[in-house]
């Protein structure tokens, strides 16, 4: 199997390259501002504070509308300078080695960098399905097949962001946790790797710190229950306090370096966040002025339309069909994955001890990064469904799951690869028929 897993990694390299390569420059969301941040590390030896006039709601308007035209610079908009690390500092060798070839190379050379990223999630990913299942390659290939061919995530994959690098730390966080789940990983590396993997998400993004702990504390109590021991407070606590313990010694830089900038009381840099993006719609003003029922409508279709495609600065919608169809297959995904469930609870010996807890850390990586994206939308009016590809591979492993339930086993392989076969059409369709038309200058 192995492979055709390099095929869809080869695959997923080649739409990547394509949709660098002809998406607009900045036609991303957030885009200048991240690449704002890594430009000031390279050219100040320094990283950016979040100032007054970093983010201003009308320029970003008209900007946009616009579609990002030479006249108008993105200089200014530099909101995402309060944004941890290390994405950044990881990016600013490329910055240097693109820079002479000039400023359309080097947002190139960046997107190319989130690609890269991107293929490293694809084979963590593809490890810890075979880890939970090895005996199942057709199930590993197809999730990883569907994560590769999302349109919006190749998208997401194609732009300067720090999304994938926080994706990628989750991922591994998971392949670490299902270790340690197996008992393939010791009491020692368990703490020091996790520690590492900790730490280095809290430098890359706040989405990935309460999921990450999530998963190394749901690891090691799975691991605990599942050797039968004493399930005692203190047999799990002290490694997890050594484990959390050396990831906050780890990013403790930045929590300092963030404390003396922006004041003692606020090392996430959030309070600062929160001052400066006045204008950024909040939910509590959208329900005031459309109602309650709109939104929570809008919630549902703009969450499900922007999780599939709904590209550039969500200004870029497909046709209709391609959403109904969408629609459509995952509303039986999701049947089918509900009666593989009750199968599953109604038979519990078709999975082994280890299999329950794995799904158990699959699921709840799901409910927190669900749990995440609503709760950041109790403040903010941010319905991008990008925000939930921290759990794309659960979402995806569902989805699979569910399909092959309903699937007789003779045609499983044959319907997976036309799936795949038209997700990629899918995937070129929305590059060359809506993007690019639609973003063009």
């Known amino acids: 199997m192995k492979p055709l897993l390099y095929f869809i990694i080869v695959i997923y390299a080649i739409l990547g390259i394509l949709y660098a390569s002809y998406t607009p420059k900045w036609q991303a969301p957030d885009e200048p501002a991240h ?10 030896g ?3 504070v979040l100032q007054n006039g970093d983010y ?7 900007i946009k509308r616009a579609k990002f035209p030479a006249v108008m610079s ?18 600013t060798p490329v910055y240097f080695i693109a820079h002479g070839f ?13 690609v890269v990223l991107g293929i490293a999630v694809l084979l963590v990913a593809f490890n810890i399905v075979r880890e939970i299942f090895p005996d199942d390659s057709l199930l590993a290939l197809a999730t990883v097949g569907l994560m590769a061919t999302v349109p919006m995530h190749i998208a997401v994959s194609a732009s300067i962001s720090n999304d994938l690098a926080a994706e990628l730390l989750l991922v591994l966080i998971l392949w670490l946790a299902v270790k340690r789940v197996k008992g393939n990983v010791s009491d020692k590396r368990f703490v020091i790797f996790g520690g590492i993997l900790f730490g280095a ?47 906050l010694i780890i990013s403790s830089p930045m929590f300092i370096r963030n404390m003396v900038t922006y004041g003692i009381t606020d090392p996430l840099a959030s309070g600062r966040h929160d001052a400066v993006v ?17 939104i929570l409508f809008d919630y549902f279709a703009v969450t499900f339309k922007s999780f599939w495609a709904q590209f550039g600065w969500m200004g870029v919608i497909v046709n209709d069909r391609i959403y109904v169809v969408l629609m459509v297959l995952t509303g039986i995904a999701v049947l089918g994955f509900a009666l593989y469930a009750l199968r599953i609870l109604r038979n519990r010996e078709l999975l082994t001890q280890v299999q329950h807890w794995c799904l158990g850390l699959l699921i709840a990586l799901f409910v927190v990064g669900m749990a995440d994206y609503i709760g950041y939308n109790f403040k903010y009016f941010q319905l991008q469904g990008r925000y939930l590809f921290p759990a794309l591979i659960s ?4 989805l699979v799951v569910g399909l092959r339930e309903l699937i007789t086993p003779a045609y499983q392989q044959i319907i997976f690869a036309l799936l795949y076969v038209g997700f990629v059409v899918l995937d070129l369709a929305c590059l060359f028929l809506f993007i690019v038309p639609q973003l063009k200058t």
């Open 56 to 62: 201003n709601q009308q320029y970003l308007e008209d």
């Open 102 to 114: 000039g400023l359309d190379a080097t947002v190139l050379a960046l997107r190319l960098f989130s």
């Open 35 to 44: 690449f704002n941040y890594i430009r000031d590390i390279a050219e100040t």
């Open 46 to 48: 320094k990283l950016p």
């Open 201 to 247: 998400a809290l430098l890359t993004k706040t989405t990935a710190y309460l999921t990450g702990a999530m998963l190394l504390v749901g690891a090691e109590i799975a691991w605990r229950r599942i050797q039968n021991s004493e399930f005692r407070i203190q047999n799990f606590i002290k490694p997890l306090f050594i484990l959390f313990a050396l990831g």
């Open 278 to 294: 006045l204008g950024q719609p909040t939910t509590a003003e959208m329900i005031s002025n459309y109602g309650l029922n709109h």
């Open 74 to 91: 993105v200089d200014p908009i530099r909101y995402e300078a309060w944004q941890p690390p290390l994405y950044y500092l990881a990016a």
């Open 395 to 398: 979402i995806a492993f569902f």
